[in-house]
Structures are given as structure tokens and as C-alpha cells.
């Protein structure tokens, strides 16, 4: 896909309807809340995120990240969430994406693609079809404790930028981002969107002041350089 020329932002890791509310008003697109996970931040329970699911209005979108691998624990557990977009950490058979998709119709479905290395954009390039959209993170599901997110590490935007251009679908950026690198960010992968939740937080808790410092990187990102 072409690059975007505003990328559309997604605030990650929302601990609360109060962190929610903060977010919007920044101007978040979308939010993030998590699930259980094998490792990494901002896990709430699956009630927590129905309440603050139920609370968001439209076109706020709410995601769902999960860590199950079967269609069939997906949508048991999306039953229960009842967010917009369901956002898939892990890898899954071929065949669950159609069960998903048969189950869910009305629900966007993002897969997450750990970028560690040229295999990445083979990857991706395989999965795009099947989902709505693909989001670009630092994870590492091969190890014995799996990171499927939340690492605060940067990977290879290059490759990033490969998989934007080869993949045919929108393109969430995540992995590290702060105030002080979106711009560039933004610059060498073009993204649909910008996923964030290290970048806007202090101690765990999200940050007033990190948050606007990120909103106004973005959109200085699009004013000429000087």
C-alpha cells in the first residue's frame, strides 16, 4: 500500500475507562487493551475490557489483543469483550482466519508480525490476505516465554517499510515509538496507523504529558522540515 499521509493513532495498554478518556481526548483513533498474555505489560481482565469496550463511543475503535491461537477460544472470548477489532498476538492455523471471519463478520481482524528478520516480509506477505490488517511489533514468539508485544524495543524499519509496500493491506506500526523518533518513524515506513504504550507512559500509568508530546510529534511530522 502507498504511504499515508497522516498516520491514524493508537494508544495501547488502557488500564482504565479514566486512561481511555485521557486518550481520546488526545486524540486517539483507537485503543488498545490486553488480555492475558505470556509476558509484557498492561494485562487487565476480560470484564475490565467489556466495561471500557462498552464505554467507547463510535468511531473510536477498541481492540482486542489476544494471545489464543484457535478460532474457537477467539470467539468465546470475543463473546465475552465485545470489542470492534479483535488484534491476534500469536500465529494461527490457516483455516481459523476463515472460521474467525465466519463467527465474527462484522469484527476487523488485525495479526500481529513479529519483525526479527527478512523472513518477517514473507510472512506477512502470506498472512495479509486473511486479515483486515497487519500491525509491525518487536515481539519474539520463539522464545521459551513468549513476547508477543509491549517489549519497548525498536526493530527494522526498513523491513517495516517492505512489508507496507508488499503487503496490499493497512499497516500499524509498533515497537518502541516515543515523541522523540515518530517523526523519522513515520518518514522511512509510512504507516496506516502508529500503536503505542512504553513511548506514553510513566511507572506503568499513562503520561499527560508524554501523550501530548507524541500527538504533536505526529502532526509535526507532517510540516516541512527546517
Known amino acids: 500500500m502507498n504511504a499515508s499521509p497522516r498516520p491514524r493513532i493508537k494508544i495501547c495498554c488502557i488500564q482504565s475507562l479514566a486512561e481511555a478518556r485521557l486518550a481520546i481526548a488526545a486524540g486517539a483513533d483507537a485503543l488498545g487493551l ?8 498492561g494485562v487487565i481482565a476480560d470484564e475490565r475490557i467489556a466495561e471500557i469496550a462498552a464505554a467507547i463511543p463510535p468511531p473510536i475503535a477498541t481492540f482486542l489483543l489476544t494471545s489464543r491461537q484457535s478460532a474457537a477460544a ?18 494461527l492455523p490457516d483455516g481459523d482466519y476463515d472460521a474467525l471471519g465466519a ?14 528478520g527478512p523472513e518477517s516480509v514473507d510472512e506477512a506477505r502470506r498472512v495479509a490476505p486473511r486479515v483486515d490488517a497487519l500491525l509491525l511489533d518487536s515481539g519474539n514468539p520463539a ?15 526498513a523491513l517495516s517499510r517492505a512489508i507496507r509496500e508488499a503487503a496490499g493491506v ?9 515523541a522523540e523518533i515518530v ?10 496507523a502508529l500503536d503505542v504504550c512504553s513511548g506514553v507512559r510513566t511507572d506503568g500509568s499513562l503520561d499527560p504529558t508524554k501523550l501530548a508530546a507524541f500527538f504533536a510529534a505526529v502532526e509535526a511530522a507532517h510540516e516541512p522540515r527546517q
Open 170 to 178: 493497512p499497516i500499524f506500526l509498533a515497537g518502541g515509538l516515543r
Open 34 to 41: 490486553v488480555s492475558a498474555m505470556p509476558s509484557g505489560p
Open 103 to 116: 463467527a465474527l463478520p462484522a469484527i476487523r481482524l488485525v495479526q500481529v508480525v513479529h519483525v526479527r
Open 74 to 91: 477467539i470467539v468465546e472470548q470475543h463473546r465475552r469483550c465485545r470489542t470492534s477489532t479483535i488484534q491476534l498476538c500469536d500465529a
Open 143 to 157: 522464545l521459551a516465554v513468549k513476547e508477543l508485544g509491549g517489549t519497548g524495543r525498536v526493530h527494522d524499519w
Open 183 to 192: 517523526r523519522d518513524a513515520i518518514a522511512r515506513v509510512g504507516p496506516f
